[in-house]
């Protein structure tokens, strides 16, 4: 007779503010994003070399028992880069290099 399953630990942990899976760097954010674009956790294991296949699964089924608080966390840590990224573009302007890259851009497509 199968014996009832003990309780699986879901293999996320806090580090520096953000959600990690397992003992990878790998974020929840990551996962999440490739299986709302419709990666299946075979493929998102395959992208994700450091993760196995049982830890894509847990976290997964972590995300869909609560979804509505790991959107959440995502769209914070979307916000937290957006605010990092908008810092870092106003202390070092790039302006002068995005210009030149645009413009060769514009030469190769052109020509």
Same mark, same amino acid.
């Given at each position: 007779?199968?014996?009832?399953?003990?309780?699986?630990?879901?293999?996320?942990?806090?580090?520096?503010? #953000?959600?990690? =899976?397992?003992?990878?760097?790998?974020?929840? +954010? !990551?996962? &999440?994003?490739?299986?709302? /674009?419709?990666?299946?956790?075979?493929?998102?294991?395959?992208?994700?070399?450091?993760?196995?296949?049982?830890? #894509?699964?847990? =976290?997964?089924?972590y995300?869909?028992?609560? +979804? !509505?608080? &790991?959107?959440?966390?995502? /769209?914070?840590?979307?916000?937290?880069?957006?605010?990092?990224?908008?810092?870092?573009?106003?202390e070092?302007?790039?302006?002068?290099?995005?210009?030149?890259l645009?413009?060769?851009?514009?030469?190769?497509?052109?020509?």
């Amino acid at each position: 007779m199968l014996a009832m399953p003990a309780a699986v630990d879901v293999p996320l942990r806090m580090e520096d503010g #953000v959600i990690r =899976v397992g003992k990878t760097r790998v974020t929840l +954010q !990551a996962v &999440v994003a490739d299986f709302h /674009r419709g990666a299946s956790p075979e493929e998102i294991a395959h992208h994700y070399a450091a993760l196995s296949l049982s830890e #894509v699964y847990l =976290v997964i089924g972590y995300y869909l028992q609560n +979804q !509505a608080e &790991v959107d959440a966390y995502v /769209r914070e840590q979307r916000a937290l880069a957006d605010d990092a990224r908008r810092e870092y573009q106003a202390e070092y302007p790039n302006d002068a290099l995005r210009a030149r890259l645009l413009a060769a851009l514009d030469d190769s497509s052109s020509g």
